[in-house]
């Protein structure tokens, strides 16, 4: 069972910048492609960013494309999502998600593949 935890949410200023933590547990933290997941108030949850099991290959949504970044650290078992020049329209809850890739060294956009959710961390953008 793999347990995660996000950080580092907050309120931001238009074209300012934060970044997320997400720590793992439980589980062997490279076996995992690692996913970043958004929901905004009435709207249903939607991809923001994946990160593969090695770290060395990354997705993102186009709407996020050139503004965030994914990262791992596996010393910490730990993933990041660094997300500059944020916009109003970035407001939403964040989750990170954990899908099990033992054997490749894929990722998935796909919400439903995914195995383990963090509880989520807000994310305000004032204009």
């Known amino acids: 069972q793999v347990q995660l935890v996000e950080s580092g949410g907050g309120l931001v200023q238009a074209g300012g910048s934060l970044r997320l933590s997400c720590a793992a547990s439980?589980?062997?933290?490279?076996?995992?492609?690692m996913g970043w997941f958004r929901q905004a108030p009435g709207k249903e949850r939607e991809f923001v960013a994946t990160i593969s099991a090695s770290g060395g290959r990354t997705y993102y949504a186009d709407s996020v494309k050139g503004r965030f970044t994914t990262s791992r650290d596996h010393a910490k078992n730990t993933v990041y999502l660094q997300m500059n020049s944020l916009k109003p329209e970035d407001t939403a809850v964040y989750y990170c998600?954990?899908?099990?890739?033992?054997?490749?060294?894929?990722?998935?956009?796909?919400?439903?593949?995914?195995?383990?959710w963090g509880q989520g961390t807000q994310v305000t953008v004032s204009s």
């Open positions: 439980g589980g062997t933290f490279s076996s995992y492609a």
């Open positions: 998600a954990a899908d099990y890739r033992a054997y490749s060294d894929g990722y998935t956009y796909q919400e439903y593949e995914y195995d383990y």
